[in-house]
């Protein structure tokens, strides 16, 4: 149908890298301990680590969240993520909690430990180290290590003389980037003062603030992360300057820009370049921005069942709920509207139509169209994409329709959507006017705007 081949049509090349690239997977494990047993306890560090937990899945990444960690458990985890993390992934670490160094080593501090010494830290505390170690183990593409545990000594606070505050400077493999919420020797703020009331320690919100940028590759937002803290911590009279430490390769983006966007030389960016293969976290975003405003329980209803662990569920099944129970029964039409004239299609065709896709932000796609005898509108697009669509035109002001897509081939191979499908549905909304019906789609996998020129008639 137009919009779905309309889309194809723009779409199809991003298609064809789905069918022929596997994309490199995003796996975070991020954890937070503030319940101490033995030291001081501290205030944010559950909620730093859950604030980006939430982050990274926005941006596609597969998060286990881990709170309040004993040493068993800590070393299970880590454990039990090196076993997930494959050749070629991305992959983030987060660890905001106690934090500790001596002899040129840094140690991440589970909730039970009892450590009178320097040698039973080295026994029982994690060393980062081993972790660092182990993403490159399993050959991660991209590793990013940040280590929120820059705050004052644990185990001198408690009394005992073991390692210095703030964390040693460390060497990262090839491929990797770490970053420390504060320097060596620096502790890191969790507020800017007693009328901070943010949950978030300052290193965090910021990191978060930074993040949601687009088109930001990490060894930039990190400095901004950088000099956004620093200004902070020096407006409470406070030294605090995270350290980055980057040997990562190429450029990796939290959220990818649009095409073209990348600052570089005059040239357009290659084909490869210029397409961003969206997430799952961005799929289901685009899908929810389609349907957020509409006054149909259906769309809503579909939605859940599309993204049944999408991060709009709860509010999908709350807009479903309200809509079924708020929309009122159709009212009796006056005997005169049996008489009245209504618009139907007029069949013919090829007809022009164009389409544009959130996934491929400046690029519009020219199909064509038929309208059938039946009312119904095929499409058809240069790749073979091939889409049939049904709508209501009873009222010109709002036309309400779905259409089944299809898709083609492309040198010789099968176009894929992202989930392996070759047909989805697509949902259209719009009005016509002047012999052009215009208005926007969407489906599962992204949304936009479409275009068609038809030609109607009016029938008793």
């Known amino acids: 149908m137009a919009p779905s081949i309309l889309r194809t049509a723009l779409f199809g090349v991003l298609i064809s890298l789905l069918a022929t690239q596997v994309q490199a997977r995003r796996m975070a494990l991020v954890i ?49 993520f090196k076993a997930q993390v494959q050749g070629g992934d991305e992959v983030v670490f987060y660890f905001s909690g106690h934090g500790v160094q001596f002899g040129g080593s840094n140690y991440l501090i589970p909730i039970d430990i009892t ?16 972790i660092l170690d182990d993403l490159t183990e399993q050959k991660a593409r991209f590793s990013l290590a ?65 993040m949601r940028k687009t088109g930001v590759p990490a060894g930039v937002l990190l400095k901004d992360v950088q000099s956004d803290v620093v200004e902070l911590a020096h407006s409470v009279n406070h030294e605090q300057v995270p350290a980055l430490y980057d040997q990562s390769l190429g450029k990796f983006f939290f959220r990818p820009g649009a095409p073209g966007a990348a600052a570089g030389g005059g040239g357009a960016p290659s084909a490869a370049a210029s397409i961003h293969v969206p997430t799952a976290a961005e799929l289901d975003e685009s ?21 049944p662990k999408g991060m709009h569920v709860a509010e999908a ?56 005898k039946d009312g119904s509108i095929d499409c058809m ?35 894929r959507y992202p989930d392996g499908s070759t047909d989805t549905e697509v949902i259209l909304q719009g009005k016509l006017v002047n012999n052009e019906i215009t208005g926007t789609w969407h489906d599962k996998f992204q949304h936009g705007e479409f275009g068609w020129t038809v030609r109607t008639a009016t029938v008793p």
Not at 44 to 73: C, H, P, S, W, Y
Not at 115 to 130: G, Y
């Open 32 to 80: 937070g301990n503030d319940s101490y047993q033995n030291v001081q306890q501290l205030k944010n560090a559950r909620a730093d680590a859950k604030a980006i937990a939430v982050e990274l899945k926005a941006v596609g990444f597969d998060v286990t969240l881990k709170q309040d960690l004993n040493q068993k458990m800590m070393k299970s985890a880590l454990r039990e």
């Open 115 to 130: 450590a009178d010494s320097e040698a039973q830290v080295a026994d029982d505390a994690i060393p980062l180290q081993r």
């Open 146 to 210: 940040i280590i929120d545990a820059c705050r004052s000594n644990p185990f001198k606070e408690a009394g005992r003389a073991i390692g210095g505050r703030g964390l040693a400077s460390v060497t990262p493999a090839t491929g990797q980037m770490i970053m420390y919420s504060a320097g060596a020797g620096q502790a890191a703020l969790d507020n800017l003062g007693p009328k901070d009331t943010s949950p978030n320690g300052v290193f965090t919100r910021v990191l978060i603030q930074e």
């Open 287 to 307: 899908y929810w921005q389609g349907i957020r405003s509409s006054s149909d329980a259906s769309d809503f209803a579909a939605y859940s069942k599309n993204f």
């Open 317 to 372: 099944e709350m807009m479903s709920r309200k809509l079924s129970r708020t929309t009122p029964p159709a009212a009796a039409a006056p005997a005169t509207a049996a008489r009245a004239l209504k618009i139907v299609l007029v069949p013919g065709g090829p007809y022009p139509a164009w389409a544009t896709s959130v996934l491929l932000p400046g690029v519009v796609g020219h199909p064509t169209l038929t309208i059938n």
């Open 381 to 415: 697009d240069a790749f073979g994409n091939h889409s049939h669509a049904v709508i209501n035109i009873s009222d010109p002001s709002n036309i309400t329709g779905k259409q089944s897509t299809h898709l083609g081939f492309m040198n010789n191979m099968q176009m």
